[in-house]
């Protein structure tokens, strides 16, 4: 199985270009960063995970930055994002990061993709939160577009492209529905999600991996159903906190790689957490 991490970084952690030469040596698959442009300090959307937002959500770095730091002084990590929040994005500057990104890096770079949880962030991008979900679904179609082989034209519900010269493209090449880089959607498990991973992903980024037993056959269905090949489907758990056991299971579920959590800390802290999971690798 492969072990990759996430981690927020932040002006107060560990420096991408540290940690990923690290990441590199040890043998872990890949980085995985979120995303937050910033936080509403009037905020009434709570924490998902409950009680206070934690300090360095306010502070995260930019994870298209961050990862091209990554890129730069490291061969063969995975570069990933966990996730994209693709509706407080233009679609045609996103395509263009995306793109260059995985160009440089020679392909390595995975987007995980979501829909997001606050409110107010969204908002201030313009963003109508009841019709989030289409938005990120029409912008996935047009940066197919400009990903595309040749010149595609994009008419959609919420933003247009003419067809046009974009350059560079990703490495990966189209497979079934699917143009670009590995792509994975995190949320919830859902008719709604699984009918979004179906149509223009490779596969589902769940957050923690818990009930996986109980909606992984539901994904597999929609998949057959929607003509996706089966053993294309992939299934990436993401900010697990690892123990023998729980890794085991996902193993047992056909699962191949797992993202784990690293504190948001200094040098120290995330070099500790590192070799605490050099068990695993």
Known sequence: MRIAVTIFLTDE????????????????????LPEHTHIPVERTTPYPAGGELP?????????????????????????ATGITLAAQH????????????????????????????????????????RTRRELVRDRMALMRALWAEEPTAYEGEFGSVRASHAHPKPVQKPRGPVTGPRTLVGGAAGPKLFA??????????????????????LLRTAWSDAGRAPESLQIVPYAVHPTPGKL??????????????????????????????????
Do not use: M
Request: aromatic share 10%; net charge negative; charged share 20%.
């Open 196 to 217: 979004h991973i179906c149509e223009y992903a490779d596969g589902w980024l769940p957050i923690g991996g818990r009930g996986l037993s109980t909606s992984l056959p």
């Open 90 to 129: 233009d679609p045609i500057d996103l395509a263009k990061q995306i793109a260059t990104l995985d160009h440089l890096s020679g392909g390595r770079f995975t987007l995980g993709v979501g829909f997001g949880w606050n409110v107010e962030e969204a908002a201030d991008h313009g963003v109508e939160w």
């Open 55 to 79: 300090r360095e959500y306010g502070r995260t770095l930019d994870p298209f930055v961050a990862l091209g730091q990554a890129a730069a002084v490291t061969e063969r990590l995975g570069l």
């Open 13 to 32: 952690t560990i420096t991408p270009t540290r940690l990923a030469r690290e990441l590199e040596q040890r043998g872990f698959a890949g980085l995985y």
């Open 248 to 281: 085991a299971h996902f193993a047992d579920l056909g699962i191949e790689e797992v993202v784990v959590q690293l504190p948001p800390e200094g040098e120290a802290g995330v070099l500790r957490a590192l070799d605490e999971y050099a068990v695993y690798l």
